[in-house]
Structures are given as structure tokens and as C-alpha cells.
């Protein structure tokens, strides 16, 4: 049949003579010396990163440098000097791939991960590029830098400042101290607030990462520092990362952060603290609109704030007979987009959440977000939950919403 074994117009001794040279090991046995060297190496360089962690995290800095090339050591040797400044409980690497580049040099593909000291359950993961040469037998790291996509970690972008709250703990680069104790006062308030609002179990501390400029910022996310113009916070995390998922990190804007009063630092800083405590019961299955309806809804309690003051931007519009006619879309959510049509999204989540609130109760509201994170996919969640815990529909529940707002905001 065409297709098969060595085809058909070809001479049955062709077919004779490779089944031959297969047997006799002379086709093929040269395939197997590159894989069990790729091996090797990759064994190797395992061994000389566990070495090298083992040193970082000791302190040991005539061990950290010996996997060093002497060429690459003062890059390297000040990272490991900015990481004392950093309460770290565990640091890894695990070698994914080995590209070789030349007769003595190779590329390692691999994951780091570390904890925090008494912060991070889990490690905090990431994916890194490593050069390395190999001299008289030995390999040595000439490079080491975040993979394509991957974030550039705050030590790398300079002297980390490390301040402790009492329920906090906030890293800073390029940072007046000052600014640093006032981040971590304001994350300490945010704590209790949080709980109140959030009685489910959650790790009651927070880790709040401060970097020097916008761009530094985007380069803890991994993405253009310009995504974030405004936004003056994010908090990264794994949504279902179990028990053991690394603490989650609030990572401030220090431009769009450093211009807000007092009020709205605050705001800011317990409105992530919702995401930190919220993190193990958000999941795929939540809209946009609820996590952050819910954080913005945290975040004002008890503020004295009206609606009216707390959604300008949705003001404006219902005044001008632009109701919306739905709640807000996660792409409604996009950063780097229209700010206006950001915050009437912001603000319209944030009464979503009001409503249910003001009409079902607090309880309610806290056992509407944990059944819609609970469900196995985004379709059908919120309808389940509304149906479920509070007995309604999406369409009521949209109605009762667009009233909402027309009642909140004229």
C-alpha cells in the first residue's frame, strides 16, 4: 500500500538493504549520542543552579560566585547583593530545555521560583533564560534574564528597600522610605477593612510592590509600562491556586499613586487587598464586573460616598439618557483604552454590587461571589448564582440594575 514500509516503487533490495543497516545498529546509532549529551548537559547545569541557589540563599557569596563567569560576576554579584534586602524562604530553578550555540556555549531554558518569608505558601514562579560556557569541564553562567513575555523582577531594576507593616510587606525601588511606611500603613488599614467585608479565610497580610516609574511597573507585569498610564495599582495572583498558591502581589503605579490624596490612596490600596483576599474563590468563571464591582464595593464602604460622587463618569452619561443596557463586558475592563468608558465600567460593576447589597444583603453578596467563582466554567455561572442564592434572574437582575442607576444617578 502507498504510505507504508518503503513504498512501492522502490527496489525491494533498497527496502532489504536499510532494514539491514537498522539492524546492525549502522542507521541510526548516531541519534543517540546527541540526545544522551543534550542530557548530560541539561543534568549538569541542574546541578550547578541547585548549587547556585543553595548559595544564594545561604548568603554564601564565594559559592554563589563560583557558577559564576568572571565576565558576567558584577552583573550578577549585585542582584545577589539587592536579594539581602529581600525576606526570601526558597529560591529554585528547574531546567526545561538546553539550546547549545556554539562548541562551549549553550542556552538553558528555565523556571525560578521563590517565597517569601512568611508571605508566600507556594512559590512565585518564572520563566528565565540562562547562557552558560563551558570551560575545562566545568559550565559557568555568563547571563541570566527574564524569558520572552516573562516579568523582569524587581531587584533586577535596582537597591530594593524592604518595609515591614504589621500586616504587611512592601518592597520598594527608588523610593523615599517615607513614601514606603505610608504604602504599608495604608495596606495595614486595608487588612481589617478587608476582613470585615470578607469573612472567608484568607492569609490576612499583603505584599505590595512599589517600583520606580511606570515603565519599571510594566516590566513587573511583564507587558508595555504605557498599559498602565492611570492605573495607579494592579494585584497579580493564580485564581485557583489552592492552598499552596504563592501570596498575590499589589504592584503600584508610583506616577498615578504618587498624585492621589489621601482618601484615594487608601481607596486604592484596599480595593487590591479585596483581589488578595478574594484570589482563592475568583476564578475563570468570574465576570470582571463582579471582582471589581466587589473591590470598589469593599473599598468605599462606610467612606460616607455617594454614588453620585463615587460614579462621575456614569453620572454623565445617565444624565445625558445613556443608560446603559447591560453591565458591563470584561472588554469593557481593557486597560490602555478609553478612560471614560473604563470607569463607567468601574463604576457600574461597583453599583452591581450596591444593588445586591442594598436589596439581598451583605451576606448575600459575599455567597453570590464564592458561587460564581465555584462554577466549573464562565457559562451559565452568574445565572446559576443569581437563580441560586438570589432568586432571581439576568434579566430581572439587569432591569433591577438599569433602575438602580437611574435612581442612584439623576
Not at 515591614?164 to 518592597?171: E, K, M, Q, T
Request: charged share 25%; hydrophobic share 40%.
Amino acid at each position: 500500500m502507498a504510505g507504508q514500509g518503503c513504498g512501492a516503487r522502490r527496489p525491494a533490495v533498497a527496502c532489504l538493504l536499510a532494514l539491514l543497516l537498522v539492524l546492525t545498529g549502522l542507521v541510526g546509532c548516531t541519534a543517540a549520542e546527541p540526545a544522551d549529551t543534550a542530557s548530560r548537559e541539561v543534568r549538569e547545569i541542574q546541578t550547578l543552579l541547585d548549587r547556585h541557589a543553595r548559595a544564594l540563599l545561604g548568603r554564601d557569596e564565594p559559592g554563589y560566585r563560583a557558577a559564576l563567569d568572571p565576565a558576567y560576576a558584577p552583573t550578577a554579584l549585585t542582584e545577589y547583593r539587592r536579594l539581602a534586602e529581600v525576606p526570601l524562604d526558597g529560591w529554585t530553578y528547574r531546567v526545561t530545555g538546553v539550546d547549545r550555540t556554539g562548541d562551549d556555549r549553550v542556552t538553558a531554558r528555565a523556571e525560578l521560583g521563590y517565597r517569601l518569608r512568611g508571605h508566600d505558601r507556594g512559590p512565585v514562579t518564572s520563566g528565565r533564560i540562562l547562557d552558560l560556557a563551558e570551560r575545562d569541564g566545568r559550565w559557568y553562567v555568563t547571563g541570566d534574564r527574564p524569558a520572552e513575555g516573562a516579568p523582569r523582577q524587581l531587584w533586577e531594576q535596582g537597591d530594593v528597600r524592604t518595609v515591614r507593616g504589621a500586616r504587611s510587606l512592601v518592597l520598594g525601588v527608588g523610593q523615599d522610605p517615607e513614601r514606603l511606611r505610608e504604602i504599608a500603613a495604608a495596606a495595614d488599614r486595608a487588612v481589617p477593612a478587608v476582613s470585615a467585608a470578607w469573612p472567608s479565610e484568607w492569609a490576612r497580610e499583603v505584599v505590595v510592590l512599589v517600583p520606580g516609574s511606570l515603565d519599571a511597573m510594566g516590566g513587573l507585569l511583564g507587558r508595555p509600562g504605557a498599559s498602565y498610564r492611570g492605573i495607579a495599582a494592579v494585584t497579580t495572583g493564580e485564581t485557583e491556586g489552592g492552598a499552596d498558591a504563592p501570596a498575590d502581589r499589589v504592584i503600584v503605579n508610583p506616577e498615578a499613586y504618587g498624585v492621589l490624596g489621601s482618601f484615594g490612596r487608601q481607596l486604592v490600596l484596599t480595593h487590591e487587598t479585596v483581589h488578595v483576599a478574594t484570589r482563592a474563590h475568583t476564578s475563570p468563571a468570574t465576570p470582571v464586573w463582579l471582582s471589581e464591582g466587589f473591590a470598589d464595593r469593599v473599598a468605599y464602604r462606610g467612606s460616607g460616598r455617594t454614588p453620585a460622587q463615587a460614579a462621575p463618569e456614569l453620572r454623565r452619561a445617565v444624565q445625558a439618557g445613556e443608560l446603559p443596557a447591560r453591565l458591563p463586558e470584561d472588554a469593557d475592563f481593557g486597560f490602555g483604552g478609553d478612560a471614560e468608558a473604563l470607569a463607567r465600567a468601574y463604576e457600574g460593576g461597583w453599583l452591581a454590587c450596591e444593588l445586591i447589597a442594598e436589596r439581598w444583603g451583605e451576606t448575600e453578596l459575599a455567597d453570590f461571589y464564592r458561587a460564581v467563582g465555584a462554577h466549573p466554567g464562565r457559562e451559565g455561572a452568574v445565572e446559576k448564582a443569581l437563580q441560586e442564592v438570589l432568586d432571581t434572574t439576568p434579566e430581572e437582575f439587569t432591569a433591577a440594575w438599569r433602575t438602580y442607576l437611574g435612581e442612584r444617578l439623576r
